[in-house]
């Protein structure tokens, strides 16, 4: 086991983070909640996205929450080893599944037994929506079973961290991350090797089993949005306003029958709700909107901040980078962490593969509406026999 999982979570350094239901207590409540500030508090000179700025200057983030390299140097800091014995139950489970060849989405917890691994999986999600909102769990024995199995083992764990969601228009609730450009040059980042820049997911957690690395290429890259947000507002107060007021996105192809293609409503990168500031951001989107839409036009102001949001995001004293090996995997608190990816190359016989799930907490952390990027519930609803693929009238530059 990781020395540093001692008695709690990091030891001596970081005890675990036991609140109850976003506990917020810590913070200072918000002025305005989550929805629009009331009429008596506007007037001429301040919409109620200027006054949601003004609560972003306000609120203070839990020390708890923030990380930079100083309190990560490296993979260790936010990594659990699974100790020898305890996935016996769930990898019993999992052959006999896959044996009868059950599909992991149609079981539920009962089917998936964790045994002596559910007392560490709660510690995992206790950290991953309370904490620094990551961690990185080591131990699947990749090199023992096969996808199958591997898929019904992640399944379960899962199910015990959040509510599996869709993540695109196939309706996949745990998805593959595999290239599939040879067969689909449109298809969605997930489904690509190309370099991801600093983003985040929709839903309240990302989780990635990796089952195969790629043969080169391929470095995860993950940094707490949190500490983003305190760099800005302590180095560019200036460009707060902008990103609190956020940008139009573009569905990528997968809006509903009756839904616009671009968000009617602007995402804001940064927003606060019952005291909690959370992130949201992906900047493929916000640019090809302004392509395919004439109407919607990045200023010179808007495009510096989201240079200096992304190149903040790239600093090396903030974000971690590292190749996940086969049998890890990693929990990411969507809302409070970035994630991205270089470029990667596969073998032809052996490409990389990683599997993920997009996960709703119970309860769902409180955000603004307006970090939908999709109406209804979290992830992006299924359309039987669509895929997730896009082909901007810009794709040959």
């Known amino acids: 086991m990781n020395s540093r999982h001692v008695n709690g979570w990091y030891c001596a350094s970081k005890p675990p983070l036991r609140p109850g239901p976003w506990d917020t207590s810590s913070t200072a409540p918000s002025p305005w909640g989550c929805s629009s500030p009331p009429v008596g508090h506007r007037n001429r000179l301040q919409s109620p996205r200027s006054l949601r700025a003004m609560a972003l200057d306000l609120v203070t983030i839990p020390s708890a929450n923030l990380w930079d390299r100083t309190d990560v140097p490296d993979t260790d800091a936010i990594a659990v080893d699974i100790p020898d014995g305890d996935l016996v139950d769930l990898e019993s489970a999992a052959r006999r599944l896959a044996a009868d060849g059950v599909h992991p989405v149609t079981t539920g917890p009962d089917d998936l037994p964790l045994g ?16 620094r909102g990551i961690v990185l769990l080591r131990g699947f024995p990749v090199d023992r079973c096969t996808v199958d199995e591997m898929a019904l083992m992640f399944w379960g764990v899962g199910l015990r961290l959040g509510r599996a969601v869709s993540q695109s228009v196939m309706g996949e609730r745990l998805g593959h991350v595999v290239n599939a450009t ?3 040059p449109h298809a969605r980042a997930y489904r690509n090797r190309s370099e991801l820049s600093p983003h985040s997911d929709p839903g309240d957690m990302v989780s990635f089993l990796c089952i195969r690395p790629a043969s080169s290429g391929g470095v995860s890259r993950f940094v707490s949005s949190l500490s983003v947000f305190e760099e800005i507002r302590r180095e560019r107060p200036d460009l707060l306003a902008v990103l609190a007021r956020g940008f139009r996105y573009h569905r990528f192809g997968e809006q509903g029958p009756d839904d616009d293609p671009i968000t009617p409503h602007r995402v804001p990168v940064f927003s606060e709700c019952n005291g909690l500031v959370s992130g949201r951001f992906v900047r493929e989107y916000v640019e090809i909107a302004a392509d395919e839409d004439h109407s919607i036009v990045l200023t010179d102001v808007e495009r510096e901040a989201i240079g200096y949001l992304e190149a903040t995001a790239n600093r090396p004293d903030l974000a971690l980078d590292f190749t ?5 995997a990693v929990m990411a608190n969507n809302f409070t962490v970035f994630h991205a990816r270089t470029a990667f190359t596969d073998d032809s016989d052996r490409r990389r593969h990683l599997l993920r799930l997009w996960l709703a907490a119970d309860p769902p952390r409180p955000v603004v509406p307006e970090t939908m990027q999709y109406p209804g519930e979290p992830g992006i609803p299924a359309q039987p026999g669509r895929v997730p693929s896009f082909a901007s009238r810009f794709d040959s530059r």
């Open 116 to 131: 002596p691994l559910a007392a560490l999986v709660e510690e995992v999600r206790t950290e991953v929506l309370h904490g």
């Open 182 to 184: 040879d067969t689909d």
């Open 324 to 328: 996940m090996a086969a049998g890890e």
